[in-house]
C-alpha cells in the first residue's frame, strides 16, 4: 500500500485538511436540536467522509520517525485507529438514522474516545 506524504508542518497537510473536516461535522452536531435525527445522521455521514479521505496520509508525527520496526508499527496502529474511528461514524450514523439516542450517546463516546487516542499518540496538540 503506497501512503500519500503530506508535507510542510502538521496544519498544511491534507491530512489536516480532512480531519478538520470531520471535526467540522462532528462539531455542528452540537448546533442541531437533539431531534434532528437527519441532521444528526447527515452529519456523522459527513465526519465519515472526511476521515476516509484522509485514510491515505499518515501523520508528520510518524513520517518523522527513524525507518524500521518502530515505524512500521506505528503506522499499522494509525491505520487500525483508523479503520475503527471510521466504524464508530458509521455507528454513530447508523444510530442517528434508528432515532435512538441511547445508541446515539453510547456511539458518540467511542468516537470521542478513539478521537483523543488518537490525538495523543499521533498529533502533536
Known amino acids: 500500500m503506497l501512503l500519500a506524504q503530506a508535507h510542510a508542518d502538521d496544519d498544511d497537510t491534507p491530512l489536516e485538511k480532512t480531519m478538520s473536516e470531520s471535526s467540522k461535522a462532528l ?16 452529519a456523522a455521514r459527513a465526519a465519515a467522509e472526511g476521515l476516509r479521505k484522509g485514510m491515505p496520509y499518515i501523520p508528520v508525527l510518524i513520517q518523522d520517525m527513524a525507518d524500521g520496526d518502530d515505524k512500521v508499527k506505528a503506522i499499522a496502529d494509525y491505520r487500525r485507529m483508523m479503520g475503527l474511528s471510521y466504524a464508530y461514524l458509521c455507528e454513530l450514523e447508523m444510530a442517528y438514522l434508528e432515532k435512538d439516542s441511547d445508541k446515539v450517546d453510547a456511539a458518540m463516546s467511542k468516537v470521542k474516545a478513539g478521537k483523543k487516542e488518537g490525538h495523543k499518540k499521533y498529533s502533536d496538540d
Do not use: C, T
Request: glycine letters at 12%; aromatic letters at 6%; charged letters at 50%.
Open 27 to 42: 462539531k455542528s452536531l452540537r448546533k442541531i436540536d437533539k431531534d434532528d435525527w437527519a441532521g444528526g445522521a447527515e
